[in-house]
């Protein structure tokens, strides 16, 4: 049974940074593809970012602001986020992707096997 447990959410200002962690285990960790993804009060679950054993991408609307990177040898993987904004606010969840499949199912939270409880992020204006 995999377990994913997500840290480092909390209250930052706008143009702040934060490091979201999430830790894994009950797997052979760098074996998968991990995700994040968001969602917050009356919207659906939003892809973020993703990364596998040779790739990473993040959504368009976050380039260049939030970084997915990973440390196997801790069973942990990072999202950086940074020029934080309002609309950044959600709670924000890690998943674990058992299946390769290809780059473009990366984004589909539906694709994801298993789910961390998320932490929440608010950034205030």
């Known amino acids: 049974q995999v377990q994913l447990v997500e840290s480092g959410g909390g209250l930052v200002q706008a143009g702040g940074s934060l490091r979201l962690s999430c830790a894994a285990s009950?797997?052979?960790?760098?074996?998968?593809?991990m995700g994040w993804f968001r969602q917050a009060p009356g919207k659906e679950r939003e892809f973020v970012a993703a990364i596998s054993w040779s790739a990473s991408f993040a959504a368009d609307s976050m380039k260049g602001r939030f970084t997915i990177s990973r440390e196997n040898a801790k069973n942990t993987v990072f999202l950086q986020m940074n020029s934080l904004k309002p609309e950044d606010t959600a709670v924000y969840y890690c998943?674990?992707?058992?299946?390769?499949?290809?780059?473009?199912?990366?984004?589909?939270?539906?694709?994801?096997?298993?789910w961390g409880q998320g932490t929440q992020v608010t950034v205030s204006s």
């Open positions: 998943a674990l992707k058992m299946s390769p499949g290809t780059i473009a199912t990366w984004r589909l939270a539906d694709e994801y096997d298993y």
């Open positions: 009950g797997r052979t960790f760098s074996r998968y593809a």
